[in-house]
């Protein structure tokens, strides 16, 4: 029998989710919590196998309520059930501790299976979520590169609307070595254009 505190500060939402849980005989809910303080008492008190947790809630939020569980409950499982997908609600839930992040419009045996999956040690994501968080990786890990100054001076004229001759009599060059300047760009940044190249230059934090 797993043993499972509902988190969540919508009385509706709460009550549906228990009467779920409440149809599966290997799932017994021992507790309710309606903000994130509430739920580290009920933890504490009941020691859960799992906590089906919110995110924003009044008093405490989940996050912060979850990092408090598993600090102090190493064996309490958190997972994370909630209508937010954001990278910054997804990476401060699993930063806190969490064991999985759901979202609400799951379906229900898919909900389920988390709470069995995770009281069994194991790590759930929803596919979106997973998705959202190897972009994110990816994105960061992603090396910035390296333009020199005059490669520099060259995109930031051409930010602001400047042609290759324009360009080449303000920086006093050639207009071949302003191409030829952009041909590194390009190749630099993996881009064929130059508006791809002011975008992403942007993007990156290069101008």
């Known amino acids: 029998m797993i043993r499972v505190i509902v988190v969540d500060d919508h009385p509706i939402v709460r009550s549906g989710i228990v009467g779920l849980l409440s149809l599966d005989e290997g799932i017994d809910v021992v507790g309710e919590a309606s903000d994130g303080a509430e ?9 859960p196998d799992v906590v089906l947790m919110d995110l924003r809630m009044p008093n405490l939020s989940g996050a912060a309520a979850t990092a408090r569980i598993t600090a102090t409950l190493p064996d309490v499982r958190v997972l994370v059930l909630t209508t937010h997908e954001g990278d910054d609600d997804i990476l ?19 909900i389920v299976a988390g709470i069995r999956s995770v009281a069994e040690g194991h790590t759930v994501l929803a596919p979106s979520i997973a998705a959202t968080l190897v972009t994110r990786m990816r994105r960061e890990g992603t090396t910035r590169p390296s333009l020199s100054p005059r490669e520099l001076e060259v995109l930031r004229l051409v930010s602001r609307g400047r042609s290759n001759p324009e360009i080449a009599r303000e920086l006093f060059i050639g207009e071949a070595t302003v191409k030829t300047h952009l041909l590194h760009v390009f190749e630099k940044l993996e881009v064929s254009d130059r508006t791809r190249a002011v975008t992403l230059a942007l993007e990156l934090g290069l101008l």
């Open 39 to 47: 739920a580290v008492a009920l933890a504490t008190a009941e020691r």
């Open 92 to 110: 401060g839930a699993i930063e806190a501790g969490a064991s999985g992040y759901l979202l609400k419009a799951a379906p229900q045996e898919e």
